[in-house]
Every structure is written in C-alpha cells, then in structure tokens.
C-alpha cells in the first residue's frame, strides 16, 4: 500500500502564489503516475495536472501556464506549484498515485486551497 500525506494548502488572495506537498511512503513503485486532484463543494473532483516517473506532465487547460507540477523520486513527493491563482481555483486538493495499468491507486486526504478576491 502507498500512504500519501499532502501539505501546503492555505488562504491566498487573487494574484498570489502556493506550492502543494505530496509525500508517498509504503511500497511505491518504480514505475508510476502521480498526480493532483481537486475538488470544489457540490463539483466534481477534476484532474489539475499529472506526472509520470519519467517526468512527462501533462495539465488541466485551465491551470496551463501557472501551475507547474513536479517531482522528486529521491524524496518520493511530488509538488504542485500554483501561480497567479485566481479564485476558481478554490478547492480542496487531493494527491492521487497508480501504477503502471492503474493498480494500486491511492488519494490523500487532501489539503484545502482557498483564493480570495
């Protein structure tokens, strides 16, 4: 099993800036798809960007140009950082892992974003 634990989420005005944390522990494979979620109350849960373990990323049409998501295998995190944020992109943010063919997928429990106007 693989246990992720986000951090960095907070309050921001429009305009400003957050990096999101994603820590992976447990038996991470080498091969796998990390990505960040998120969530708005009463919508649907939307993917904000992806990354693989060979760095190809790929991002939601809506955060192109301000967010940027990376990782460190090393450290096993990924990061999501968030620029110029407007405040749609209010939500709660979730970390999501999968394997290879989608196997063994597993969410954080997220960590709230909040951009005020």
């Not at 295998?73 to 407007?86: F, I």
């Not at 063994?104 to 997220?110: D, F, K, L, R, T």
Request: with cysteine; glycine share 12%; hydrophobic share 30%.
């Amino acid at each position: 099993q693989v246990q992720l634990v986000e951090s960095g989420g907070g309050l921001v005005q429009a305009g400003g800036s957050l990096r999101l944390s994603c820590a992976a522990s447990g038996s991470i494979s080498s091969i796998n798809t990390m990505a960040w979620y998120r969530q708005a109350p009463g919508k649907q849960r939307e993917l904000v960007a992806g990354i693989v373990s060979g760095y190809s990323t790929n991002y939601a049409n809506s955060v192109k140009g301000r967010f940027t998501i990376s990782r460190d295998n090393a450290k096993n995190t990924v990061y999501l950082q968030m620029n110029s944020l407007k405040p749609e992109d209010t939500a709660v943010y979730y970390c999501f892992y999968s394997e290879l063919n989608g196997e063994n997928v597993s969410w954080g429990q997220g960590t709230q974003v909040t951009v005020s106007s």
